[in-house]
């Protein structure tokens, strides 16, 4: 069964509609630098609108160390998500298990990086391009996604109700991760879009 992330959640009511479609972990994007930002008190008030057994992914990118610890010491989430060119050193620092977001817009090159973070819980791999920011519907070549680490992978990157299904049978990644395919603007998810993307999903057979 592939695992399923909403990302770049804003509104309590997205929240509880994201777990009761089954979606597995949600995600608040609390660096500034994103038009989906929330500040870590508005977090801690989605995360309390969390039901038991969904996860809690904080998504930072190149951020402030002090400011990473505030989002951490206020949020409490399950896992960081690093988005920018951090360093795995960089990511370990917070006591917290945490993904790497890898920049996958420059295609096989990217590939070497995915060896830099043997500490990551897992690796997200994302269709922007190396210092560009995520989020932003960009899809890259599914057939690049290793089948041979040790780490969960996490496709990510321009997946929408439409072609998630092909993605999985494409990259057969350990979950996915949508933000702005079942938005109806950046930050605002919409319900019809949500549900055709979970249901998508879930009509993947298991390998
Ligand atoms: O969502 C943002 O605005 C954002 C800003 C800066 C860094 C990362 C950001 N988002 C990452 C994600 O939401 C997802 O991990 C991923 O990029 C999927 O996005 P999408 O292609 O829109 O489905």
Redesign the pocket.
């Known amino acids: 069964m592939t695992r399923i992330k909403c ?2 959640l804003t509104r309590v009511d997205d929240v509880q509609l994201a777990a009761r479609l089954g979606a597995d972990a949600v ?1 608040f ?1 609390l ?1 500034r ?4 930002f929330v500040d870590p008190e508005a977090a801690a008030r989605l995360r309390d609108a969390v039901p038991p057994f969904v996860s809690v992914v904080a ?1 930072v ?1 190149d951020d402030e160390p002090a400011y990473v610890a505030e989002v951490v010491r206020v949020l409490r989430p399950d896992m960081l ?1 690093f ?1 920018g060119m951090e360093t795995a050193a960089q990511c370990a620092a917070y006591g917290v298990r945490w993904l790497k ?1 890898i920049a996958m817009g420059e295609g096989e090159r990217a590939l070497a990086r995915l060896r830099d973070y043997p500490g990551a819980a897992g690796l ?1 791999l ?3 391009g190396l210092g560009e ?7 890259f070549d599914w057939s690049l996604m290793p089948q041979d680490l040790a780490q969960p992978l996490v496709l ?4 929408t109700p439409a072609n998630v299904a092909e993605a999985i049978r494409v990259a057969r990644p350990w979950a996915v ?5 079942i938005e109806s603007s ?1 930050g605002i998810k919409d319900r019809d879009k949500m549900e055709r993307f979970i249901s998508a999903v879930r009509a993947v057979p298991s390998v």
């Open positions: 990302c770049g995600g994007v660096t630098k994103s038009k989906r998504l990118m998500q988005h977001a997200l994302d269709g922007h920011q995520g989020g932003s519907g960009q899809r990510a990157g321009g997946l991760d949508v933000s702005s395919g950046p």
